[in-house]
Nanobody, 118 residues
Framework: QVHLVESGGGLVQPGGSLRLSCAASGIHFSWYAMTWYRQPPGKERELVASITSDSSTNYADSVKGRFTISRDNAKNTAYLQMSTLKPEDTAVYYC????????????WGQGTQVTVSS
């Protein structure tokens, strides 16, 4: 059975930092691109950052220079280091595993809440 489990969310003051983790089990992790999405209150889900199997990265303009996505294939884990957090970063953050090969399923985590507030 496949699981994607996010952790590391919480309440942080503006300007602070958090590191989110997405631990995967039940999949061949290196066969998947990993993406972080977020859904702010009352808004649609949006892409935050993505990383391919060979660690090429892509970021939303709103987080460039503040967030860093990474992965550790040996630990089956993807990370999102978030710095200089702003209130508008408040959202539920989800990780998403997108397979490199046809015939494999994609998977979502359950989400972790990040609240940026003083």
């Amino acid at each position: 059975q496949v699981h994607l489990v996010e952790s590391g969310g919480g309440l942080v003051q503006p300007g602070g930092s958090l590191r989110l983790s997405c631990a995967a089990s039940g999949i061949h992790f290196s066969w998947y691109a990993m993406t972080w999405y977020r859904q702010p209150p009352g808004k649609e889900r949006e892409l935050v950052a993505s990383i391919t199997s060979d660690s090429s990265t892509n970021y939303a303009d709103s987080v460039k220079g503040r967030f860093t996505i990474s992965r550790d294939n040996a630990k089956n884990t993807a990370y999102l280091q978030m710095s200089t957090l702003k209130p508008e970063d408040t959202a539920v953050y989800y990780c998403y595993a997108n397979p490199n090969f046809r015939g494999l399923s994609d998977y979502w985590g359950q989400g972790t809440q990040v609240t940026v507030s003083s």
